[in-house]
T-cell receptor, first 115, second 113 residues
């Protein structure tokens, strides 16, 4: 596609429920990143995938968070047993590679609200 | 660890005023530096970048120069417009930290006519 797409654009869920957020990166981009943007905060790195390498999960805040990337393309971020503090905008980005000069292209985000 | 410190906002300017948004960084390696912009209701977009010391990134009248000696990458524009109202994020990426991006907290800019 023309850009990074994410779905759903908005998600309201009840505390304790599981949610899945989807990201479709730009075609041909081998690197995919997930970030979280909380109200009044900067962007917090969560996880990144590069090709077939093991993902860097160093930013995941708890074991309730997990992500997978199937076929080197689409990625799903799963939050189990959601808590109110999980409410945030979850952003996905992709880049052609992981060289430090590579620009990351961001999707529009999924706005998650946990009641 | 690597980090970015960004000028706190919000910033309010009159149209045609000069803009500076300060950004300093801490990195053990030699990072690439970026400015991203988020317009109201939209996603993050790359505004400009610089990949080595003394490089100047520029786009849409905005400029930033990679200053290794002061570890800074300040964003400037000579004459802002109402359409520049947005949140601006400074970021770095370094190969020794897996190329993940480290973002500043963002600076909200409002330009009034």
């Amino acid at each position: 596609g023309a850009g990074v797409s994410q779905s759903p654009s908005n998600k309201v869920t009840e505390k304790g429920k599981d949610v899945e957020l989807r990201c479709d990166p730009i075609s041909g981009h081998t690197a995919l990143y997930w970030y979280r943007q909380s109200l009044g905060q900067g962007l917090e790195f969560l996880i990144y995938f590069q090709g077939n390498s093991a993902p860097d999960k160093s930013g995941l805040p708890s074991d309730r968070f997990s992500a997978e990337r199937t076929g080197g393309s689409v990625s799903t971020l799963t939050i189990q047993r959601t808590q109110q503090e999980d409410s945030a905008v979850y952003l996905c980005a992709s880049s052609l590679g992981t060289g430090e000069k590579e620009t990351q292209y961001f999707g529009p985000g999924t706005r998650l609200l946990v009641l | 660890g690597d980090s970015v410190t960004q000028m706190e906002g919000p910033v309010t300017l009159s149209e045609e005023a000069f803009l500076t948004i300060n950004c300093t960084y801490t990195a053990t390696g030699y990072p690439s530096l970026f400015w991203y912009v988020q317009y109201p209701g939209e996603g993050l977009q790359l505004l400009l970048k610089a990949t080595k010391a003394d490089d100047k990134g520029s786009n849409k009248g905005f400029e930033a120069t990679y200053r290794k000696e002061t570890t800074s990458f300040h964003l400037e524009k000579g004459s802002v417009q109402v359409s520049d109202s947005a949140v601006y994020f400074c970021a770095l990426s370094a190969s020794n930290t897996g190329n993940q991006f480290y973002f500043g907290t963002g600076t909200s800019l409002t330009v009034i006519p």
